[in-house]
């Protein structure tokens, strides 16, 4: 199959979107824009799918503002697509039908901080950098953490995750409430800061994860949490990823508090030395890191250190200074930029699969070997305390036998995770690239996601052409 035919067609509205384009640039001027070069921008995807642009950008700054440009949309059945940062990896945000994208970056307002209940209330452009800078001084702190700053409104639509999930959970765990634009143009809001509630559908986490396929999520309530008394970090190398895995498992299973515990495979340790100018055993390492009370923190890093050594692990090195674990979460965070410099000139097309925890390492074990037998080059990182690991393909597009060979590797990646129990996306999210998994994923399940989609957006104008098929 073909990338493009990976991405489902939707029938362009010629005069709905010349009359909204019109009406938009009369009302919103200068925060309307339609240049290629703006359109091209917000139809961006960092995966490999072609780009497809919006015909029209408008900059809103208000859930007012949002309502009218998708009431005027509906009017007209053109198609709406949400836009935060830009930083998803599916094709979130293309335009297969054109249409209007809604940037919300400019809604960028911290609206409450409720310290005394361990909450917040926010705009949808919101970055979490920004979100915990404003809330440091209060002791309180934003712990999803994707990689990316990415917007807290895109965060919820995708139900992001990150490396903090293995103590803190993702998105849909911390998303108290939010305030949703529907395709008619009304404003709803779902949830609130009462820590539970029975009353009535739990329609936060129908939003939560829904991609702006059902709505445009304008204002999210959050979760938040103390900032830990102490933290220390570390890393340990590994004779190989099936022993780093082994270690995760029992790790998870004997109940260790842990707070981050990230798989590096041998290819992306050598790429992180070399960008951000570390000196670290260039084999399988997992990054570590530790929450809670000085003592609890030591404590917790011996345990693992035992079980580092049982499974074959080599000298756990580990700190309480917060230079020293910057500088490691930070090479990181880099990752994606360090392993493009494997291959400079090459697609990096990273694809996510997550599994429980029990067939972890033979999942990574299965993709290693699958890797090395289709010669490419795709260094492996994982959020692996909750089974979720990524693969950084990196392919010259303009090869038709690696782009076939690397096309059949993530397809087969995906297939083996869903055999063993697991999921095609932990946290990247369905968009374009993994709507055919959808069905062997989620079987009939899958028709009750399409009634839920023709009953609240009859017209399909809510980022048309992603998740399922209408």
């Not at 103590?167 to 008619?184: E, F, S």
Request: charged content about 20%; hydrophobic content about 40%; proline content about 4%.
């Amino acid at each position: 199959m073909s990338l493009a035919a990976m991405q489902v067609l939707v029938k362009r509205n010629e005069d709905g979107i010349a009359a909204v384009k019109a009406a938009l640039s009369a009302r919103f001027g200068e925060r309307c824009l339609t240049s290629a070069a703006v359109c091209e921008q917000h139809g961006h995807t960092t995966t490999w799918l072609p780009n497809q642009a919006p015909d029209v950008v408008v900059f809103a700054q208000t859930t007012e503002e949002v309502a009218e440009i998708v009431r005027l949309c509906a009017q007209h059945k053109v198609p709406v697509i949400p836009f935060g940062t830009g930083s998803s990896l599916e094709g979130h945000v293309n335009a297969p039908g054109g249409g209007v994208s809604i940037d919300l970056s400019r809604m960028n307002s911290i609206l409450e901080v409720n310290a005394e209940d361990l909450d917040c209330v926010v705009q949808a452009g919101v970055t979490r950098s920004q979100l915990n800078a404003y809330i440091r001084d209060t002791g309180l702190f934003f712990p999803i953490d994707p990689g990316a700053d990415a917007s807290i409104g895109g965060m919820a639509a995708t139900r992001a995750s990150g490396t903090n999930a293995v103590r803190y959970g993702t998105m849909k765990d911390v998303v108290l409430g939010l305030t949703v634009v529907t395709a008619d143009g009304r404003i709803i809001r779902t949830g609130g800061r009462a820590r539970k509630s029975s009353a009535g559908y739990d329609l936060t986490r129908l939003f939560v994860g829904s991609e702006g396929t059902l709505g445009v999520i304008t204002e999210v309530t959050l979760r938040l949490f103390g900032q830990p008394e102490a933290i220390s970090g570390g890393v340990c190398p590994f004779p190989d990823v099936e022993s780093a895995c082994n270690a995760v498992i029992m790790t998870i299973q004997s109940g260790i508090p842990v707070a981050r515990i990230e798989l590096l495979d041998k290819m992306q340790v050598r790429a992180c030395n070399a960008y951000s100018k570390l000196d670290l055993e260039e084999t399988p390492t997992l990054f570590l890191e530790f929450h809670g009370t000085a003592s609890g923190v030591k404590e917790q890093a011996e345990l693992f250190e035992a079980i580092a050594a049982d499974c074959g692990g080599g000298t756990f090195l580990w700190s309480a200074l917060a230079e020293e674990r910057t500088k490691l979460w930070t090479a990181r965070h880099n990752a994606y930029f360090a392993a493009q410099g494997l291959r400079p000139g090459s697609k990096a097309v990273s694809t996510d699969v997550c599994v429980p925890i029990s067939r972890l390492a033979e999942c990574v074990a299965e993709t290693v070997a699958d890797i090395e037998r289709r010669g490419l080059l795709a260094p492996i990182v994982g959020h692996v305390g909750d089974g979720n690991f990524h693969t950084l393909v990196l392919v010259d597009v303009n090869d038709p036998k690696e782009l076939a060979e690397s096309e059949a590797f993530i397809e087969q990646m995906n297939w083996r995770a869903i055999e063993m129990g697991g999921t095609c996306t932990g946290e990247h999210g369905v968009g374009q690239g993994k709507m055919k998994y959808l069905k062997k994923e989620h079987g009939d399940a899958l028709d009750v996601m399409r009634t839920l989609k023709i009953a609240l957006d009859p017209d399909n104008i809510m980022n048309p052409g992603k998740i399922v098929l209408v």
